[in-house]
């Protein structure tokens, strides 16, 4: 079957660098991506991996491993308009026609 | 540049009323289309996808329908809601062509949808 986890809430503190990781399984993989998501709005893009490795934007950074099944969103410098949530997505061709698939995604909260 | 449009923004419905839901593009031809719903406490749920005019692929079975009448327009549809119906929907595009696995779903605002 088709399962993506990410942990349901983190907490972390401004100015911090703070960790959100992802693990998936797929019947196929062709790429990762990253989404935020502020309350009440949609979600918008922040990263896609394809390859292994870590790919830096900013103080955004992702990594993936393909053979672990594994990615994880690092957020450096933590500003208190990071509070969102964090959706992790995969691109299944395998199973879904290459459609996106979901994970429930991960609420950040930054405190001063 | 492109641009996605949905409305109503809001809406609240008595259970058994209908639905339509309307999605427009903007500033590019011939995109994949996509309907997702997004309750409370849960991910991004697929509903439908659209590669092209009056092409509909169901992912879940549902109380929903979905058309594509126009090459930039996807409509999401109910004859009668359902209580489970309530949550966030949000329409999406994606460019039918570009760099090989690299085609980001571009989201637009959605609409907020509460059954009665």
């Known amino acids: 079957g088709q399962n993506i986890d990410q942990p349901t809430e983190m907490t972390a503190t401004e100015g911090a660098i703070v960790q959100i990781n992802c693990t998936y399984q797929t019947s196929g993989f062709n790429g990762l991506f990253w989404y935020q998501q502020h309350a009440g709005e949609a979600p918008t893009f922040l990263s896609y991996?394809?390859?292994?490795g870590l790919e830096e934007k900013g103080r955004f950074s992702s990594f993936l491993s393909r053979s672990k099944g594994y990615s994880y969103l690092l957020l450096k410098e933590l500003q208190m308009k990071d509070s969102a949530s964090y959706l992790c997505?995969?691109?299944?061709?395998?199973?879904?026609?290459?459609?996106?698939?979901f994970g429930k995604g991960t609420k950040l909260s930054v405190k001063p | 540049s492109q641009t996605i449009h949905q409305w109503p923004a809001t809406l609240v419905q008595p259970v058994g009323s209908p639905l339509s839901l309307e999605c427009t593009v903007e500033?590019?031809?011939?995109?994949?289309l996509y309907w997702y719903r997004q309750a409370a406490g849960r991910g991004l749920q697929l509903l439908f996808y659209?590669?092209?005019?009056?092409?509909i692929s169901s992912e879940v079975p549902q109380n929903l329908s979905a058309s594509r009448p126009q090459d930039r327009q996807f409509i999401l549809s109910s004859k009668k809601l359902l209580l489970s119906d309530s949550g966030f929907y949000l329409c999406a595009w994606s460019p039918r062509s570009g760099l090989a696995g690299f085609n980001e779903q571009f989201f637009g605002p959605g609409t907020r949808l509460t059954v009665l």
């Open positions: 500033g590019t031809s011939n995109p994949n």
């Open positions: 997505a995969v691109r299944d061709y395998g199973g879904s026609q290459g459609n996106l698939i």
């Open positions: 991996n394809v390859l292994d």
């Open positions: 659209s590669v092209g005019i009056g092409q």
